[in-house]
């Protein structure tokens, strides 16, 4: 992971502490404060994996766009 983004690292860091490596899609929706899959994707459109119901995304991506879309 790079360095150069403090603001990244920490949300990294707070979400890998709690998640490990990789996310659920009830991961992401809580941490997003939405209730469907589909609205979560409307907000972390990409790098999903899975199947339907077994959708993970890797912390770190998920923390970049989360970092990103908060701008």
């Avoid at 404060?33 to 890797?58: D, N």
Wanted: charged fraction near 30%; hydrophobic fraction near 30%; aromatic fraction near 8%.
């Amino acid at each position: 992971m790079k360095r150069d983004n403090p603001e990244l690292e920490a949300v990294y860091r707070t979400l890998s502490e709690k998640y490990g490596q990789t996310m659920t899609m009830q991961d992401a929706c809580k941490e997003l404060h939405v209730q469907t899959p589909r609205a979560a994707r409307t907000i972390i459109p990409e790098e999903w994996h899975g199947e339907r119901q077994g959708k993970r995304i890797r912390t770190y991506s998920f923390a970049r766009q989360l970092v990103a879309w908060a701008k």
